[in-house]
C-alpha cells in the first residue's frame, strides 16, 4: 500500500522507517528545514516531499491522489485535522488518521473533520498500563478491531480455579471463548471435554470486561479493576 506522512519529526519518521522496512510505499510530507535535514539521513530521498502538507498541490506531488491513506502527524493539532479534511475532501483518500498532541482537543478529531482514526497518545498510554496492571500475568498478543477484542494468552498455574476443570464446566464470560490450549508443545483443540491442567497455555478471543474475568478464572490472583484511570 502507499501511505503519504505528513510531519517527519519522531513519530512521522519512525512510521515511515517501520512501514518501508515492511514494503510499503511511503511518502513524507514536511517543510521545517531541521526536520528535512534529519529525514535525509534517515530515509531514502525518494520518499520525502518538501513543503506544506497544507498546500494541495504539495500533497499532489506526494501522490495522495492515489494513496490508500494518510497519517498528520504534525506538532499543531488544528494542521493535523485540516490535512484530514483536505485529504479526504478533495483528494478522497480513503483512510484519514491524525495524532492528538493536546488531549483536550480530542473531541474536534471525529467524522466531521473526515477523521478516520484519531490517535491519543496519552489515553493509549493510560489504557496499557491498565491493561498490565489489571490482567496481572495475561498476556495480550493481538489488538481486534480497533482494540475493541483481544486475543490472550494465559499460562494455567497450579490452584488456578481452571485448573482440573473441563472446558464445558468453567464459567467463561460471556464476551470470551477458547481458541485453542497448548499442552507441552502440543495444539488441543478446545472442545468441551478437555480438562485444563497447571502449565497449559490457554488463548482465547475476548473483550476488555472479559479478558480480567479471565484472568481471574486462568490465574490465580485476583485481577484488580481500574477503570477509572482512563
Not at 478491531?145 to 490472550?152: A, E, F
Not at 499442552?183 to 502449565?199: H, Y
Amino acid at each position: 500500500m502507499l501511505v503519504v506522512i505528513v510531519g517527519g519529526g519522531r513519530t512521522g519518521a519512525t512510521l515511515a522507517a517501520e512501514l518501508l522496512s515492511q514494503g510499503h510505499g511511503v511518502r513524507v510530507v514536511e517543510h521545517r528545514a531541521d526536520v528535512l535535514a534529519h529525514l535525509h539521513r534517515e530515509l531514502p530521498t525518494e520518499c520525502i516531499v518538501q513543503g506544506s502538507a497544507l498546500n494541495p498541490e504539495v500533497l499532489e506531488a506526494a501522490g495522495v491522489g492515489s494513496a490508500d491513506g494518510i497519517a498528520a502527524c504534525l506538532p499543531d493539532d488544528a494542521d493535523n485535522i485540516a490535512v484530514c479534511f483536505l485529504a479526504r475532501s478533495r483528494f478522497r483518500v480513503p483512510r484519514t488518521i491524525a495524532c492528538i498532541n493536546n488531549p483536550r482537543c480530542a473531541w474536534l478529531f471525529t467524522s466531521t473533520f473526515h477523521v478516520d482514526v484519531a490517535l491519543n497518545q496519552a489515553r493509549i498510554l493510560a489504557s496499557l498500563i491498565q491493561e498490565e496492571v489489571s490482567l496481572g500475568d495475561m498476556m495480550t498478543l493481538l489488538k481486534i478491531r480497533r482494540g475493541k477484542y483481544s486475543l490472550v494468552e494465559e499460562k494455567i498455574p497450579s490452584g488456578a480455579p481452571a485448573d482440573g476443570v473441563a472446558i464445558k464446566d468453567l464459567a467463561l464470560p460471556a464476551g470470551a471463548v477458547i481458541a485453542a490450549v497448548l499442552r507441552r508443545g502440543e495444539m488441543v483443540i478446545p472442545r468441551g471435554g478437555v480438562i485444563l491442567q497447571a502449565d497449559d497455555e490457554v488463548l482465547a478471543i475476548c473483550d476488555g470486561d472479559a479478558a480480567r474475568q479471565l484472568a481471574i478464572l486462568l490465574g490465580t490472583t485476583t485481577a484488580r479493576n481500574w477503570t477509572g484511570m482512563v
